[in-house]
């Protein structure tokens, strides 16, 4: 039997190497780790899919050796002072930034210690809050048309007054028109990716309120209001994408499919994970909304 908790630790050494690998974004690879084992501990999937999703997390641990160590490993965990983390977390939900990755990154991280009981060395815990301190840092063209977005006034009025997470999560998944990711003016901009951390944030949110931050949580949605304006911008001349293919994260092969962006799996996490809490969502509809997304990454 696979000890997934074991994995979990793996999960959170790896995102606490993140700053040693670079910076933020270096955070996907043991974020990776955390939602693909999230996936077979809280969601009910056949045998044949959770042994692709193991292997996924094994290609993942050999080929990404500079974010493991078996010393931390290895090392007796304590009960470990989390204050610090939380107070990062709390940070990045009261002021948007990257997309909403330190939210969605701090929810990932409380749920996998609560999971742990708390118990991590401190070396780790040092680690991911200077994750969370990280991706408080962001540039001021992420969004195309918003220079600055952080500094300025982002008009909300036309949204639904969003009065509880479910809500906000129901539309982030129902509102899923998106654009190819494209060069303008000589900038980049991921225009399907602002969708897609639409629902792995508004996930996060519901995550955080579950697992007994609902003070939280709520505080998170003025900000995530923000992004959803924010990541629903045009470019000029496009037409939404149209996705050639459907896949469903319950079957072995999405699991199979050679992609190395995080983002497929942990994308798949919070599709399937609001799917099943909310049945009254129409699940084909939703897979063929979110597929061209899965499409798109490599």
């Known amino acids: 039997?696979?000890?997934?908790?074991?994995?979990?630790?793996?999960?959170?050494?790896?995102?606490?190497?993140?700053?040693?690998?670079?910076?933020?974004?270096?955070?996907?690879?043991?974020?990776?780790?955390?939602?693909?084992?999230?996936?077979?501990?809280?969601?009910?999937?056949?045998?044949?899919?959770?042994?692709?999703?193991?292997?996924?997390?094994?290609?993942?641990?050999?080929?990404?050796?500079?974010?493991?160590?078996?010393?931390?490993?290895?090392?007796?965990?304590?009960?470990?002072?989390?204050?610090?983390?939380?107070?990062?977390?709390?940070?990045?939900?009261?002021?948007?930034?990257?997309?909403?990755?330190g939210v969605i990154f701090g929810t990932l991280i409380l749920k996998a210690l609560q999971k742990l009981n708390n118990c991590l060395p401190k070396e780790v815990a040092d680690g991911l809050t200077k994750l969370l301190q990280n991706t408080q840092q962001d540039y001021a063209e992420r969004y195309y048309g918003f220079y600055d977005y952080q500094n300025r006034e982002i008009d909300i009025s036309n949204l639904p007054n969003f009065e509880t997470l479910d809500e906000v999560a129901k539309y982030c998944m129902n509102h899923q028109e998106y654009y190819e990711s494209q060069e303008i003016d000589g900038k980049f901009y991921h225009f399907h990716g602002k969708q897609i951390h639409l629902i792995t944030h508004s996930n996060a949110l519901v995550i955080l309120n579950e697992i007994g931050y609902s003070n939280l949580a709520y505080k998170g949605l003025p900000e995530l209001s923000k992004q959803i304006i924010l990541g629903s911008i045009t470019p000029p001349n496009a037409k939404p994408y149209q996705t050639k293919n459907i896949f469903n994260p319950l079957n072995a092969s999405f699991w199979e499919r050679n992609v190395t962006d995080e983002h497929h799996n942990k994308l798949a996490y919070a599709v399937i994970y609001l799917l099943k809490r909310y049945p009254d969502l129409d699940q084909e509809t939703i897979l063929q909304q979110v597929s061209g997304h899965w499409e798109l990454m490599r």
């Open 1 to 101: 039997m696979t000890d997934t908790n074991k994995l979990l630790k793996i999960g959170l050494i790896a995102m606490s190497k993140s700053m040693e690998n670079g910076f933020w974004l270096h955070g996907h690879v043991g974020a990776e780790i955390l939602t693909n084992t999230f996936f077979i501990q809280d969601l009910e999937i056949d045998e044949k899919t959770k042994n692709a999703i193991l292997n996924r997390i094994t290609h993942i641990i050999n080929s990404k050796r500079a974010y493991i160590s078996d010393e931390l490993l290895a090392q007796k965990s304590k009960n470990a002072d989390i204050s610090a983390i939380e107070f990062e977390l709390e940070n990045n939900i009261n002021k948007l930034s990257t997309a909403g990755h």
